[in-house]
């Protein structure tokens, strides 16, 4: 492993980091927009948002708030509801689909994580200083994506809008009342967001994201070839 100052470790970390939060928001705001599209909607096709390239998706405050804190957002994908046959649940389905997206791409990591790990240990007896390195920084790396896809779904599934939460969740209640609520997503939002800044969901969200990342390496870990890392 590198042996870094406390400075060289936090900036390798960051460089290391920048790459997964790029893939994981355009993956998720991707997944939203496709499964919009699925449902009759070419709303996000039209502006573009099909698409994996970054440019289209990130959000410059959002990006950083995932670079350094794990949790952020991406520009949210335009849908219109109009076109689906059942516009709350489809509206729900549309929600979910980034969350989902994350925690499947959480899952791939943790099997690459695991895959790489056992290459390493089974074909390089004995490795040179580069080998290590590289070794080093792609572990890292995953381990990086895999908390950030965590983090992602997450922090996207509290029912409080504007997150997909909120759409999956209110799907439950009277219109009336959803409909109502939504009125004031835009205040509702910011006194999310000073309430993340005081700290007041760090104990909850890290709890259900350790539990992920847990749960995920345990079950990989019941693969026999997997057993020794």
Same mark, same amino acid.
């Given at each position: 492993?590198?042996?870094?100052?406390?400075?060289?470790?936090?900036?390798?970390?960051?460089?290391?980091?920048? !790459?997964?939060?790029?893939?994981?928001?355009?993956?998720?705001?991707?997944?939203?927009?496709?499964?919009?599209?699925?449902?009759?909607?070419?709303?996000?096709?039209?502006?573009?948002?099909?698409?994996?390239?970054?440019?289209?998706?990130?959000?410059?405050?959002?990006?950083?708030?995932?670079?350094?804190?794990?949790?952020?957002?991406?520009? !949210?994908?335009?849908?219109?509801?109009?076109?689906?046959?059942?516009?709350?649940?489809?509206?729900?389905?549309?929600?979910?689909?980034? !969350?989902?997206?994350?925690?499947?791409?959480?899952?791939?990591?943790?099997?690459?994580?695991?895959?790489?790990?056992?290459?390493?240990?089974?074909?390089?007896?004995?490795?040179?200083?580069?080998?290590?390195?590289?070794?080093?920084?792609?572990?890292?790396?995953?381990?990086?994506?895999?908390?950030?896809?965590?983090?992602?779904?997450?922090?996207?599934?509290?029912?409080?809008? !504007?997150?997909?939460?909120?759409?999956?969740?209110?799907?439950?209640?009277?219109?009336?009342?959803?409909?109502?609520?939504?009125?004031?997503?835009?205040?509702?939002?910011?006194?999310?967001?000073?309430?993340?800044?005081?700290?007041?969901?760090?104990?909850?969200?890290?709890?259900?994201?350790?539990?992920?990342?847990?749960?995920?390496?345990?079950?990989?870990?019941?693969?026999?070839?997997?057993?020794?890392?």
């Amino acid at each position: 492993m590198f042996n870094f100052n406390f400075s060289t470790d936090w900036l390798i970390s960051i460089l290391l980091t920048i !790459p997964g939060v790029l893939l994981a928001l355009s993956v998720h705001e991707c997944a939203h927009g496709w499964m919009s599209y699925k449902l009759g909607d070419p709303t996000a096709r039209n502006f573009g948002r099909l698409t994996l390239n970054p440019i289209k998706h990130i959000d410059p405050i959002g990006l950083i708030c995932m670079i350094f804190f794990h949790f952020g957002w991406a520009k !949210p994908v335009p849908v219109n509801a109009r076109y689906y046959k059942k516009p709350r649940r489809d509206m729900a389905l549309v929600a979910a689909a980034g !969350p989902i997206s994350n925690l499947l791409m959480c899952l791939v990591s943790v099997v690459i994580t695991h895959l790489s790990a056992f290459l390493f240990y089974t074909f390089a007896t004995s490795p040179t200083e580069a080998v290590l390195n590289i070794y080093s920084l792609w572990m890292i790396f995953l381990t990086n994506f895999t908390l950030l896809n965590a983090s992602l779904a997450v922090f996207n599934l509290i029912p409080i809008p !504007p997150l997909d939460g909120s759409r999956i969740a209110f799907i439950f209640l009277p219109p009336k009342f959803y409909f109502g609520i939504m009125r004031y997503e835009r205040y509702i939002q910011i006194a999310m967001f000073v309430l993340l800044y005081l700290g007041a969901f760090d104990r909850i969200l890290s709890f259900f994201v350790d539990g992920i990342v847990n749960g995920l390496y345990a079950l990989i870990q019941l693969i026999p070839i997997f057993q020794f890392y």
